[in-house]
């Protein structure tokens, strides 16, 4: 969905670097979160925010930061990457002001820690 | 824990039949079911939900059946494509609580053959 883009689409990195993950969106929605995606395994929540000042942990966030720097963004950090770290991740955002709470997901982000 | 349990893990069936993908859940307190589709190199997008006061739930060929003493749901795909072929994901929450936070199963991938 054009409306919500992730920076960069394909990343290679060693272990140890920090790397930093970007989302951004145009739907105007309060909701953002950052999902992993294993083989397997799933969607997995690693952080959400349902506002700029609203941050907080998901299933799975040992290893991993974020930051809300305004509404449309919302930056995923792992600050010393380790390889079972490699995943795709995935950035949505979400408007609860209907009547259900659709999440609206972005391409992606894949991820390989050597 | 996980909390929504989705099978088979892989499906594959011919164009023109029936594409069946069942997922249990734990969680009494869920109150909305929807189903995302993922297609190769893009994120997951919303195809259809339902809430456990109806029992069933129809838009075009997806069909949601629900069954809230069991703690079931399906997706039944009628006149299965091959554009159909993709990974299905079951999920679950809690609106009513207002945390809108999704529990997904961990996928069923579809392949459609000629």
């Not at chain 1, 969106?25 to 000042?53: A, C």
């Not at chain 2, 869920?30 to 997951?44: A, I, L, N, R, S």
């Amino acid at each position: 969905d054009a409306d919500v883009t992730q920076t960069p689409r394909n990343r290679i990195t060693k272990t140890g670097k920090r790397i930093m993950l970007e989302c951004s969106q145009t739907k105007g929605h309060d909701r953002m979160y950052w999902y992993r995606q294993d083989p397997g395994l799933g969607l997995q929540l690693i952080y959400y925010s349902f506002d700029v000042k609203d941050i907080n942990k998901g299933e799975i966030s040992d290893g991993y930061s974020v930051s809300r720097q305004a509404q449309a963004k919302f930056s995923l950090s792992l600050e010393s990457a380790i390889p079972n770290q490699t995943a795709l991740y995935f950035c949505a955002t979400s408007d609860p002001s209907g009547s259900t709470d659709t999440q609206y997901f972005g391409p992606g982000t894949r991820l390989t820690v050597l | 824990q996980q909390q929504v349990k989705q099978s088979p893990q892989s499906l594959i069936v011919q164009k023109g039949g029936i594409s069946i993908i069942n997922c249990a859940y734990e969680n009494t307190a869920f109150d909305y079911f929807p189903w995302y589709q993922q297609f190769p190199g893009k994120g997951p997008a919303l195809l259809i939900a339902i809430r456990p006061d109806v029992s069933e739930k129809k838009e075009g060929r997806f069909t949601i059946s629900f069954n809230k003493s069991a703690k079931q749901f399906s997706l039944h795909i009628m006149d299965s494509q091959p554009g159909d072929s993709a990974t299905y994901f079951c999920a679950a929450s809690i609106q009513g609580a207002g945390s809108y936070q999704l529990t997904f199963g961990k996928g069923t991938k579809l392949s459609v053959i000629p």
